[in-house]
């Protein structure tokens, strides 16, 4: 093992790993052969997973990222008509987070990917399915008032707050001189409505992912600061399958249609 090391540093032309007494740690220089490496790895796999559906009968493939907040009617109805469209090819379907889905669609491993804003738009061509308001979402005990709230009215719920929205919504508190109570912040939307769910506070959450619990109450926030738009994005300097890019087409085509670009 050590001897491959060192050929490999040979090979690079300079030191890829620290060597300590009890572990190895990779150089600046490693961490970016690294990052190649895997970009080659996933690049690889692609290729593979698309001759098997050729070979398979299938006509491509779409590798496709989803955050789990974008249950939306907006996408099933692009999909639909994709897939009335071109019912040969095959999807494949990376789930995680935005920041999570970003990084794969960098490395090569998508070419698309559905993710919520705020997020850095450099090098991304983005179209947007849909814009959504943020809701508290609870039970009637935790929240009585009806209509459309602020967060000023807030001041004795205790929240639940998806860490995504921690910073803009302290942000907006903090412009407004408002003072919130948030009793839990959490790293998933799902958990937060599974917390409100129990009647443990009220849930700050996009107004879509409340689908998947609908037996929640919801309250719209009036803060227009607090909106969050859900946008199938593509690397530009990367040119993609026919696949992915009439993809990507239906989905601008339908967003011209409707306004949203």
Known sequence: MSAQLRQLEEE????????????ITLTEAGRVLYRYAQQILDLENAAQSDLANLEAGKKGAVRLGLISSCDCDELW?????????????????????????????????????VIRTPFSGGGLERTVLRTDPMCIAGTEAVLRQAGCISLRDLADVPLIVYRRWEKE????????????????????????????????GA???????????PDLQKWELCEEDLRSSICMVRKKDRELTESARRLFGIFKERAKKTGRG
């Open 12 to 23: 690079c032309g300079t030191r890829l790993f620290e060597r300590g007494a009890r572990r």
């Open 77 to 113: 109805a692009g999909i639909s008509v994709y897939h009335a469209e071109c019912p040969d090819v095959a999807f494949e379907i990376r789930e995680g987070n935005t920041f999570s889905l970003l990084d794969e669609l960098e490395r090569g491993s998508i070419e698309l990917a």
């Open 169 to 200: 919504i302290r942000e907006v508190c903090a412009r407004e001189d408002v003072r919130i109570n948030i009793a839990c912040i959490c790293d998933d939307a799902r958990t937060s409505l599974a917390w409100a769910r129990e009647g443990i």
């Open 203 to 213: 849930a700050a959450v996009p107004a879509s992912i409340l689908r998947i619990m």
